[in-house]
């Protein structure tokens, strides 16, 4: 049995290396073009992990969230993904984020939930 997806428009805050990103397809086929480390592979991560939770490579585990310059995950910030999609001529919204567990007494990030 075969399924038809289209893609509406997706978007995303604080994935990877992307602050904000919103891309809204034109016609039947749209194609994603940039340099090497211009943010191809996030956007398409955000597709994977919205639907499947995992990136490009088949990994359930990967980095998300934002880093700064010293290569570690900014603080308080919400990883969120959101689409719609034509599925079988129904529209179907979805969205994912992911947030902070923080022990209040320490302020210290203990780990990150998935809604």
Known sequence: MSCKIKLRWIEGENFKGLKH????????KTEIIGRNG????SVYDML????FSKDSTG??????????RRNQKIKGLV?????VFEID????????ENHEVVVKKRDQVTGYTTK
């Not at 990883?79 to 689409?83: L, N």
């Not at 001529?89 to 994912?96: I, R, T």
Request: aromatic share 12%; glycine share 12%.
């Open 48 to 51: 994977l992990w919205l639907f």
């Open 38 to 41: 211009s943010g191809k592979t």
């Open 89 to 96: 001529g129904d529209e179907v919204a979805l969205k994912k």
């Open 21 to 28: 990103f919103r891309f809204e397809p034109g016609g039947d």
């Open 79 to 83: 990883t969120r993904v959101e689409g």
């Open 59 to 68: 990994r359930k585990e990967f980095a998300i969230r934002p880093l700064d």
